[in-house]
Each structure stands twice: as C-alpha cells, then as structure tokens.
C-alpha cells in the first residue's frame, strides 16, 4: 500500500474486503471480554477507508464473544450518520457518530464517489458467547454474517471429554500434539458442516483455519474436504471467504506456507467458479491499517481463476460486485484508438460536430453540370441570389453582432455587480467558515480531552485488573504455601506421634522387662526363702529332734532316776513293811490281816507289783500328753 511508486493496479482497490474487526485486536484468551460498538468507533472504522479511497466496499464483521446490549443501539445510530454524511450534511453527521467535522468530510466525500459501509458479524461457535449473542446479532440487522468455527470439542489430556478447545488460539497450539492433525481435520470439518447447513450464515469465513501452525493435512484429503466445502456452500447457496490475512500476518514470514496456501486457495476458487459458489474477499483486520491487506495477492489469484466478480453484502442481501474493469480493458484503455471523427460510431449529430469546430457549419459543395444557358442562368440567378442574401444574412449578422455586444455590456455590469455581491457573500462564508473551524477545533479540543480522559480511564482499569490477578494470584499463591505449611506440620505431627509411640512401646517393654526382671527376682528371692524356711524348718526339726532327744534323754535319766528312786523308795518300803511285818508279827492286828490274805504272797506280790507299776504309771502319762 505504501508503495505509491510501483504502478498499482486500480482493481485493487476495486476488491470489495467483507472481514474486519473494529472492536480490535484479540487479547489473551482469559481477558477478552465483550466490547460494547459505539457510532464512534464504527463511524472511524470506515473513515480509515475512505481516507486511503481503499476498498472501496467494505463490510465490519466483529466475534459473537465481544457482543453486547449496546451494539445493535450503535449500528443504527452509525447507520443514520452516514446517511446525513452521503447527503453532505456534515455537522449532523459529526454530531450522531459522535466525530470530529473533518471525520464526516472524509466520510461524506467518500460516500459520493461512491464508497460503501456495509456491517455485519463474524458468527461463530465460541462458547464465551451469551446465549443470546444471536438475538443481538438479528437486532443488529446485519448486511451479512460469516459462519465460523473456532473452536473444536475434543477429550483433554487433564480436563476430561467435552472440552471447548480454542484451537487456532496460539495459547492452546501444544494441543494438536495431543488431537494429531488427521483427528483436528475430521472434527473441524464434521463441525463447519454442521454448522453451514443448521445455522444463519452468508459466507464461510477462513476455511483454511486450522492450518494456521502449519498442520496440513495430506493434500488428497484437503481436496476432499474442498468438495464436501463446496458441495454443502453450493447447497446453502453461500459464499466462501477468500481470507488475506494468512499473506500478511499468519504466514508472512513462512514462504513455504504462503505457497502453499495461495496453492490450495486456487484450487478452491476454481472449484467454486465452475459450480457457481460466489467468493468474498476478506482482510480480517483487527486494525485500520490491515483493511484490503494484501489484496494486490488476492487480485494475482483472482486473475489465475479467471474470477471477475465477486460477492459483497448490500442492504442485507448478497450483491454480485463486477471489479471495475477487465485487466484486458484496461490494457486497451491504455492505447485507446483515436476515433473516427463524423462517424456514425462517434455518437456525434452534426450540430454538435459544428459546435465542436466552433460553431461555423459549412454545408459540402455539391458538384453542378455545366454548358447549358438555361443553366449558367440560372447558375448566375442563383449566385446573385445568395450573394444578396448573403450580404442580408452579414447585416443581419451585424445586427445580432451588435444587439449581442450590447447584452455582452450589460452581462458584463450584471456579473461584475454580482461578482461584487458574492465577494461579499464569500467573504461572510470565510468568516462562517472561520467561526466553524474554530468551533469544529474546540469540539476537536473536547473530543481529544475526553479520548485522553477515556484512556486514562482505560488504562487504569487495566491496571486495576492486573491488581486484582497479581491479588488472585498473591493470594493463590499464599494459600498454596499454607496448604504446604499444613501439610509439613501435619507430617511433622504424625512423626511426632509416631515417635511418641514408639517412646511409649519402648517404655512399655522396659517396663514389662523391668517387672519380669523383678517377677524373676521376687521368685528368686521367693525360691531362697522357701529355701531358707525350709533349711530354718530342717534346722528347727534337727534342734527340736536333738532337743526331744535330749529331753527324751533327760526323761529317760529322770525316769531312770525316778525308777531307780521308787526302786529305793520300795525297797526302803519294803524294808519298813518287813520291819512292820516284823512288828506285827510282833502285834495282834497285823497278824489278823496278814492272815485273811496269806501269807508269804504279799511280800512277793508287792515286789513285783512295786517294780512294775511305776513304769506303766510313767506309760500311760506319757501316752496321754500327745494325746491332747
Ligand atoms: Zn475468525
Ligand atoms: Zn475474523
């Protein structure tokens, strides 16, 4: 675009671009959040275009995820804004979008050569979507809609079956190691199908899409997918996106990859060229300076498929949009052959010719015989006639010479007096013009503030969300070190306890040894006072033994002695009985007795009777003492 120099062919601009995103760039995954339109922000969008007269045509087409309340409020607003710029009111239409004058002069000036703003939404199947994007986008009144996939439900690696995977989004690209590209084709083609033939659309926006990292699938299997591409488009009576923006963003760095993809966009424009299916050209620019990006590229392949004509959305329905001119007819209007002047191919009646010459007709001689009388007569007849009526026709000319000279004079003070006039009247315009200008640069002054003012606020917002993650992830980060913590001491408790235990067990078996030990001993110590009872107990039965025995002993002696006593004692008695014996036989009374018992006996009687009965008188006192 920059290269004024190289001679640019005019059909360029001529293409008509029928994807852009005026809401902006994409942002990361997580942070894009719906982005409500202004009339502002579409009134400039086109303003871009209109300033560079490139393209010509062009429709706004932004995500069905960035959609809000707002938007179909703001699409009419900019709708009736650019009808007051095309019919050159520029105030009111300054006023409505909410611009600066100048914007709506660029505007107006590009609507009345004849530019075109048409808008309309890219729809696709992102989930982030509110569900009731699609009711937004039909109060929007949309020129067109572009049907497109982006996104793929697949099984995640971590996140399970069902997953929305944003797989032309490079934040999820390590994802296609995972699907593989055979798998990615499959699902991405069941999925556009679908949506083609169930789904409000007018054009199959970027076709190409999951190319986008380089994962082509094998090329016969591409040129199937072309078909059934063209086969269900053919069917729903869609257009196909011719999408530029794989030139000079996605592959602009990779010339392998743009081959390929100028390749294989060839193959489809032919396909669809020879079934009918109409193309659009899209840019899908997400900035101002990217609108009819590399449509010179675009206009080479348009050449090669022998493509003139292609589709643009007007007023809601899809118009077919000749480009300007065949590259032949422009071949041939730069040496254009000179036309025969007077013919009846020039298009030109003979008045007009006449006044091209300036304004003198000349009737063509004709040829008169000659040699008669008659005829020279008549031929001198005639000649007088048309020389007096020839000198008529010059009075009469002088006349109206004269008569004209004289209107010339008056026109001349009529237009010098109104020359005075509309100096004057040009000098007011000047100064109204003056006061516009300056009310336009203090309105300009307002706006800037207001936009600074916008921006700040912006850009604190922005801030503030970074805050409020780096707090997310502060706290996250806290709680995960806390989680950790817990976790340590929880360990650091249950080793504790465990030590604890063992300690006990520990003291518990010393303790079990200890009384064993001290069981053991008590036995022991038992065992040696049995022992010791039972060698006292011996000890005392050998003392009491010896003691009986010397008892015994000292009984016997005593009864020995006793014995021996009575024995004496008895003999003594004996001896005192004889002597009684002796004296009574002496006496009376003792021979009496002695008489009525006989009379040797008793003193061989009580011999024998005194011996023994001491001994069984000590027996039987002997016998009844254990007894008792
Ligand atoms: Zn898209
Ligand atoms: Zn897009």
Known sequence: MNNKDVERDPRVDAIPDVHGHAKGEHKLYAEERPIPYTARMLFLWFFHACQRSSPRFMMVADHMNYLTFEDPAAVNLVRRALKLAHAGDLYGAAETAGVEVGHAQVVSEGLRRGMHYSIGAEVDNDPRSRPDAQNIVDAMRPDAMIRSVHFLTIDHPELGAGYQWAFDNPEFQQLYEHVGIDKVWELYMATLLDAIEKLPGHIVGHFYVPTKFGHWPEDAKLDQYENQLIDACAARGMAIELNSRFFYRTFADDEHSKRRYRNVNLRLLKKAKARGVGIAVGSDAHSPKDQGNSFDVILELLDKAGINELVFPVNGRMARVALRATEELLK??????????????????????AARDGGVYTEPEYTTKRGTKAALKAAAAKTAAAKAAAAKEAAAQAAIAKAAAKKAAAEKAAAEKAAAAAKKKAEAEKKKVVAAKLAAAKKVAAEKKKLAAAKKAAAKKVALERKRVAVAAKKLNAANKKAAAA??????????????AAAATAKINAAKKAAAKKAALEKKRAVDAAKKINAAKAAAAKKIAAAKKIAAAKKIAAAKKAAAAKKAAAAKKAVAAKKAVAAKKAGRKPAKRLAARGKPRPAKKSRTSASKRPATKSGSKKKSKPRR
Do not use: D, H, W, Y
């Not at 209007?333 to 010719?353: H, K, W, Y």
């Not at 976790?487 to 604890?500: H, I, L, P």
């Open 487 to 500: 976790k340590k001491a929880a360990a650091k408790k249950v080793a504790f306890e465990k030590k604890r």
């Open 332 to 353: 041939q209007q730069a040496t254009p052959p000179p036309p025969p002047i007077g013919s009846s191919v020039s298009g030109f009646g003979r008045a007009e010719l």
